[in-house]
């Protein structure tokens, strides 16, 4: 859940971060998926046109300079190096990878997938990350280890499509409410210092609980398994999936 990630900042930045996206939640239909498989050869030599590493590489990336410049039109230096690396990094995908398989679902969807399978049925897809430090999204890489690791247990054989809706229901429940108690707890600052009503924190507390009605979820979230697993099936000593979802 996303609101569980700002719980560590300080009150005031909370305030701010959660009002800005509370007033502009995605819908569950604004987030696609790239996926490619590629040559472990050409894997490396992307790394390098599109600037990635490790994640545990990179530094923490703030929210705030998303909030900053979300209304500003013109584009910066910076803002014309990053679309010309990206359009560079994107021609290089289009030359060397194959796409095998369309996600036809959100995004977020497949985000909700890979998020259930890891804390729930420990399949930790997420495991190798990698990321250009100026981006605001992951690419999830699929390599033989991973393969190895964790296609048996992706078998789409594992899985109902009730199954995987009441996995992900249950854990929701769970981060929103442990989100709401801490929340709650450090708003009291945020009153006590008067940076905030009552009725603005009642109006916030509220955005924890909207959930947008998505009546196919059980399906989405059953074929994304498939999905998954069919790409999963690619890693080999020849060959790498890389996966990313974004906005």
């Excluded at 900053?68 to 014309?80: F, I, M, N, Q, W």
């Excluded at 690791?149 to 199954?163: E, I, Q, R, V």
């Excluded at 809706?165 to 929701?172: H, L």
């Excluded at 790409?231 to 979802?245: E, G, K, S, T, W």
Aim: hydrophobic share 40%.
């Amino acid at each position: 859940m996303f609101l569980s990630r700002l719980v560590d900042w300080k009150p005031l930045c909370v305030f701010l971060t959660i009002c800005y996206f509370a007033s502009c939640l995605p819908s569950i239909a604004s987030f696609i998926t790239i996926v490619y498989v590629l040559p472990k050869t050409k894997f490396e030599e992307y790394c390098k046109i599109a600037e990635l590493v490790p994640k545990s590489q990179a530094p923490e990336r703030s929210l705030v300079p998303m909030i900053a410049v979300a209304g500003r039109r013109s584009e910066t230096l910076k803002e014309k190096r990053l679309r010309e690396r990206a359009d560079r990094a994107q021609k290089f995908l289009d030359v060397n990878g194959k796409e095998p398989y369309k996600y036809n679902w959100s995004g977020i969807v497949l985000m909700e997938v890979l998020k259930t399978l890891k804390e729930v049925n420990g399949i930790d897809l997420m495991e190798r990350s990698i990321r250009n430090p100026d981006d605001y999204y992951d690419w999830y890489v699929f390599d033989e280890g991973i393969k190895t690791k964790y296609l048996d247990k992706l078998n789409p054989s594992n899985f109902t499509a009730k199954g995987l809706e009441a996995s992900f229901i249950a854990n929701e429940k769970r981060e929103r409410e442990e989100t709401k108690r801490d929340f709650q707890i450090r708003s009291e600052e945020l009153l006590t210092k008067g940076k905030i009503t009552k009725e603005q924190l009642k109006q916030l507390v509220g955005t924890m609980e909207v959930q947008e009605a998505f009546p196919e979820r059980g399906k989405a979230m059953m074929d994304s398994v498939i999905f998954l697993h069919r790409y999963l099936q690619f890693a080999d000593r020849n060959n790498m999936v890389i996966l990313q979802i974004v906005q």
